[in-house]
Each structure stands twice: as C-alpha cells, then as structure tokens.
C-alpha cells in the first residue's frame, strides 16, 4: 500500500509512551504523546509539527522539555493538542525557564485543548517570554487537526482523569493514469497538480482549470485522468480503564485502521490491578483491536512488574486478537 506514514514507538513497547509518525515525504512529523525523547534524532524532533497528548502525566509528558529545546532558535510553530488542562501544563512548562535572552526568537507554541464541547486554542510566543496570549474558541469538533495531509481524530477516555485517544488518516493519493493522459491528447503540466490539488480541496463546485490555455472542468478530468490510493490510518489509545464505554470508544475511533497501537499494562490475570489503576489488560487490547477489525495490533505500555515476562503481555494479546473463539470483547466493568 502506497503511504508516507512511518510510525515507530520511540521507546519501544516497553519505556515511556510515545509515537512519532514521520510523514517521509514532506520533512514533517507528528508525535503522540511526550514520554522521554532521547532516542529521537535532533533532526527527527526538528520536523514535529504537532504533538497529540493523551494526558499530562509525567511518563507521557516528560519529553517536552526536550522537544522544546531542540526548537529554540528555530522560527517554527509547534501545536500542542490534548485534554482539558494541557493548556495550564504548556505554561507550567515554558514558564519554569527565564527568557531574559529571547526578543529575536520566533518559535511559537500553540496549545489546543479539547474537552468533547469546544477547543480552546492559546498562543505562547518566545519573544514575548512565552507569555500566555488569549485564548480562542475553535469548532468543537472531534477532527483535532486536518489539512491537505492529514486528518486526526479523538475520543476522549476515562483514567479517572480525561485521557485522549487519537486516529490519524493520510490524505488519499492521486496518480495521473498516463494510458489515459494520452488518450485524451493532453500533454503533462503544472495543471496536473492544479487538477490534485482541486480533489484534495474537497471538489469544490464552480471552478475551472486551465490546461493549454482553454478553461476546463476538473471534474470531468478527475474522472477520467486520475488514480486514487487510499491512505492509511493509525490509532493509538494509551491509558484507560477497561469499562465498555472506553472500549466501544476505542472500537469506534480505530474501526478499520490499518495499525493500531494500544495499551496492555497487565496480563489479565492481574485485572483486578489494571482496574485499580485504570489500565487495559493486554486481553482487552487483543478482543477490542479484533471488535475494530483493525489490520494489526501493537502493544505496549507494558508495566515494569513483568520485567523479564514482557513477551507473555505481547502473546497474550496476539492471541486474543487472532482467535476466533474471542467474538465479544471483555468489556469489564460499565463504568
């Protein structure tokens, strides 16, 4: 399948949440969650455009810190998006450093917090010491960010505290079929991308493209001239009890995605532990990522009691997403 997401757990299954999915074509890339960052390259943590919280505890936010100081200097804007709060976390973060230095630097951070209603979206520029600015109200929609690349999606979970989960979907791709091309006797050109471009716009009604000087309708050329590949999509639910209200979410947000990447904290033979702490087991991670009919399952987040046992925590969840015996998820408590 044809893709530009190559995602990869920085800290493997197993040490602090955290996923970085490099767009390969654009020198771009999107992480989820903020664990420690040390295994990222300074260039790969120079192309995060967008950073996905899920919540601000410490092993899933620690790495800000580390994120922010490989951008000073640069002139770039980092959004930050996650649940109610993370907006006091941002600031909590940039205002622990004196900024006596700073009146020609043009690094912005933007935190973007959505708690199922409304987003509130709040600027904090470096030249200004990173002062809080005021803060907008955006759309409360559950689409956190979407632009001529990618879609990304939440739902919000229960950790006892608000915990997001997030879907991220590449932009459909558009090939010229050059059989056809040629056929219709037209010659490549920039309008080629003009035609992409007008499909990736959302086919808006009542434009024209120019191809050789005369105004054509990009519909019609659409239809004919155009191969579409699908996008992929990734799904990443890290912390959250295992309640059928968060499992039908996840089920729902991650329905059909090509990888989902998902908690299993504990073997269930200690789920009376993951409910006490409001974690998935690697069970329920295995029965929901199969109720999602995903493609594939990673876990991880896995707890240190199992050091040395952590592959009983994979296999345990492999199992359960591949045996047809398990139809209906565990969906534990209804809470």
């Not at 505890?57 to 490989?70: A, M, S, T, V, Y």
């Not at 912005?108 to 520029?125: R, S």
């Not at 699908?230 to 912390?239: F, K, M």
């Not at 990888?259 to 073997?267: Q, T, V």
Request: overall charge positive; aromatic content about 8%.
């Amino acid at each position: 399948m044809k893709t530009s997401f190559l995602p990869r757990l920085v800290n493997g299954q197993t040490g602090d949440p955290a996923l970085f999915v490099d767009l390969l074509r654009y020198k771009r890339a999107l992480l989820f969650d903020c664990g420690a960052l040390t295994a990222l390259s300074p260039s790969e943590i120079l192309r995060v455009t967008d950073l996905f919280v899920s919540h601000a505890h410490i092993d899933h936010f620690i790495g800000f810190d580390h994120l922010l100081r490989l951008h000073l200097g640069r002139g770039r804007r980092v959004r930050v998006y996650g649940p109610k709060g993370i907006t006091a976390c941002v600031h909590g973060k940039l205002s622990g450093y004196t900024w006596n230095l700073v009146r020609r630097q043009r690094l912005v951070f933007e935190a973007i917090e959505f708690d199922g209603l409304k987003q509130l979206a709040t600027e904090f520029h470096c030249r200004q010491k990173f002062r809080r600015g005021e803060t907008r109200k955006l759309p409360g929609s559950d689409i956190l960010l979407e632009d001529e690349l990618v879609s990304v999606r939440t739902a919000i979970l229960d950790h006892r505290i608000p915990s997001l989960a997030f879907a991220v979907s590449e932009r459909d791709f558009y090939n010229i079929d050059p059989v056809k091309l040629k056929a219709c006797g037209l010659e490549p050109g920039p309008w080629l991308n003009d035609l992409k471009n007008w499909v990736r716009r959302g086919r808006r009604p009542g434009e024209t493209i120019e191809v050789a000087g005369q105004s054509r309708n990009p519909a019609e050329l659409a239809d004919q001239l155009l191969i579409v590949s699908p996008g992929r999509t990734l799904a990443y639910a890290a912390d959250a009890l295992g309640s059928k209200k968060n499992i039908d979410k996840i089920v729902c947000l991650a329905h059909g995605a090509d990888i989902l990447f998902c908690e299993g904290a504990f073997l269930h033979e200690d789920k009376a532990r993951a409910k006490e702490t409001y974690h998935l087991t690697a069970h329920q991670a295995g029965q929901l990522a199969r109720a999602a009919s995903v493609k594939r399952l990673v876990v991880f987040h896995f707890s240190p009691k199992y050091e040395g046992r952590f592959a009983e925590l994979d296999e345990e969840a492999q199992q359960a997403f591949t045996s047809f015996a398990n139809d209906e998820t565990d969906g534990g408590d209804a809470g």
